[in-house]
């Protein structure tokens, strides 16, 4: 309760009870709720200086959980980028070199992506340097995977074709390797049984008569049998790719002409028909219709068990298929 107030009349001499106007009532009021007014302003400025308003604090949390995801975001960028380093490095010195395939320029896999331009919708923003380095690093990494791939592309037939060529090449002996080797490609003054002069094109093998003779590469059966050129019994097998093989002085021939064989097969068994001296294996490999040492085509650093460990695995595999 307000206490009343009074005031002395001079004129009448006695102390009356003083009332305000309401003009006097209404300024105060103003005053009084101008000053709430300007101190609630002044407590909320300096609350939400000193604390935040709730929705801030929000928005500050929601801030700095993008942030630390970005930061592990940035961190997958760094493994992406080294991955896709690695696979380039190999492939430019391994796949291709292997493939004989010209290596793609590093300006070209590190090139640009799109324009100045194309991250002007991401400005303004208070992180905008966060949303655009974000969004480079994405887009720099969709080219390269995407060069990568085109890559990839254009080496996976390659090589195919390189595995079926490795398939076709006569690269193994075509006897064991404890057959001791023979006369190689020379220029006989006088042949063991003709007494002429003459070039000898292949390698012989002193393999006894009976001796499995296997396949050096696959291929297809051109000649199977009694041959006009002093062979005998032989075997001429095209393996693609420019090579062909030829197998003389067999006493039995197992495959025909037309038949396909795969290297390890067994064509026939050693012996001493045609042209011969004494039983022996007749090795002859032509290249785009050259004659080529057999020598340098195969190596004997296998034992006898490795060989026929080889054999069995590629008669194995040959089956399998």
């Known amino acids: 309760m307000f206490r009343k107030k009074y005031l002395l009349d001079r004129k009448e001499l006695v102390y009356k009870e003083y009332r305000l106007s309401l003009k006097q009532k209404l300024a105060r009021l103003s005053i009084v709720l101008v000053v709430s007014v300007i101190l609630a302003i002044g407590y909320g400025m300096v609350f939400k200086y000193l604390f935040g308003s709730p929705r801030e604090k929000k928005l500050q949390s929601e801030l700095d959980e993008i942030k630390y995801k970005y930061d592990l975001m940035a961190k997958d960028f760094e493994t992406i980028d080294l991955k896709l380093a690695t696979i380039a490095t190999a492939e430019d010195n391994v796949y291709r070199p292997v493939f004989d395939m010209e290596k793609i320029p590093s300006s070209f896999r590190q090139s640009g992506y799109g324009g100045t331009k194309k991250y002007a919708d991401l400005e303004g923003y208070e992180n905008s340097d966060i949303l655009i380095g974000a969004t480079k690093k994405v887009d720099e990494l969709l080219r390269r995977t995407y060069i990568q791939s085109r890559s990839f ?22 006897v064991n390797v404890n057959i001791p080797l023979g006369e190689g490609l020379k220029f006989r003054e ?28 696959a291929g297809v059966v051109t000649r199977a049998g009694w041959s006009p050129f002093g062979f005998g019994n032989m075997v001429e097998i095209d393996h693609g790719y420019g090579f062909k093989t030829i197998y003389g002085h067999l006493r039995t021939v197992y495959v025909s002409a037309g038949q396909e064989v795969v290297r390890g097969d067994t064509l026939g068994l050693s012996g001493s028909t045609g042209i011969s001296s004494g039983p022996h294996l007749h090795y002859e490999i032509h290249y785009n ?33």
């Open 153 to 174: 592309d254009d080496i996976i037939p390659v090589a195919s074709d390189w595995k079926n060529k490795l398939d076709h090449i006569p690269y193994i002996r075509p």
């Open 289 to 321: 219709g050259m004659i080529k040492n057999p020598l340098y085509f195969f190596n004997d650093e296998l034992t006898m068990e490795e060989y026929n460990e080889m054999i069995s695995v590629l008669n194995s595999n040959s089956v399998d298929n």
């Open 190 to 217: 006088k042949h063991p049984v003709l007494g002429t002069p003459r070039w000898h094109h292949g390698q012989d093998f002193t393999a006894p008569s009976g001796t499995d003779v296997f396949a050096t590469g």
